[in-house]
T-cell receptor, first 116, second 115 residues
Framework: AQKITQTQPGMFVQEKEAVTLDCTYDTSDPSYGLFWYKQPSSGEMIFLIY??????QNATEGRYSLNFQKARKSANLVISASQLGDSAMYFC?????????????FGQGTTLQVKP | GAGVSQSPSNKVTEKGKDVELRCDPI?????LYWYRQSLGQGLEFLIY????????KSGLPSDRFSAERTGGSVSTLTIQRTQQEDSAVYLC?????????????FGPGTRLTVT
């Protein structure tokens, strides 16, 4: 079965500094996708970044980068130059598998608070 | 263009009543997903539609839950005889296909409170 684990319930970071949010996953499927979503207090789910299992390079999107270590089954999100607006809940998710329904399997989330 | 919309945004109902939650996906998106998010928790998959058919209903918690999709567009999630443990935010998402590369776009959710 597929599983996503986020071991950090809450994190603090000083404004303008970088922060890493941890995510490990478990799957026996050779092909899968890894996603990070941001959920502010308003409740909407905002897509941040995607990494495919066959991608050779780590994904980057602006201030977001994904530290993908396939052998360790980890897909950590790195946010550089943190801003106050980055305070939110962050979810790691996985998609793929032999059933190929495309459903996302989510971790429990990490609450990030950016301090001024 | 318009994103995924859901209605109502909030619903308060008494235990034992039936409720219907609506999702209007992005036009042209063939895949539609329902998820549930309990307070402070991650999202839990409920059901997946490809067109009007539901090849994966594995996440529906009980036979009180059902869903349908008509015209390959709007979907309705129905909860019969609601219980307090059904209180959660119900989120709908759509994507162009069900492929692993396709981003899922989420709606704003319906907050259901069962009293």
């Amino acid at each position: 079965a597929q599983k996503i684990t986020q071991t950090q319930p809450g994190m603090f970071v000083q404004e303008k500094e970088a922060v890493t949010l941890d995510c490990t996953y478990d799957t026996s499927d050779p092909s899968y996708g890894l996603f990070w979503y941001k959920q502010p207090s308003s409740g909407e789910m905002i897509f941040l970044i995607y990494q495919g299992s066959y991608d050779q390079q780590n994904a980057t999107e602006g201030r977001y980068s994904l530290n993908f270590q396939k052998a360790r089954k980890s897909a950590n999100l790195v946010i550089s130059a943190s801003q106050l607006g980055d305070s939110a809940m962050y979810f790691c998710a996985m998609r793929g598998g032999s059933s190929n329904t495309g459903k996302l399997i989510f971790g429990q989330g990490t609450t990030l608070q950016v301090k001024p | 263009g318009a994103g995924v919309s859901q209605s109502p945004s909030n619903k308060v109902t008494e235990k034992g009543k039936d409720v219907e939650l609506r999702c209007d996906p992005i036009s042209g998106h063939t895949a539609l997903y329902w998820y549930r998010q309990s307070l402070g928790q991650g999202l839990e998959f409920l059901i997946y539609f490809q067109g009007n058919s539901a090849p994966d209903k594995s996440g529906l918690p009980s036979d009180r839950f059902s869903a349908e999709r008509t015209g390959g567009s709007v979907s309705t999630l129905t909860i019969q005889r609601t219980q307090q443990e059904d209180s959660a935010v119900y989120l709908c998402a759509s994507s162009f296909t069900s492929g692993e590369l396709d981003e899922q776009y989420f709606g704003p959710g319906t907050r259901l409170t069962v009293t």
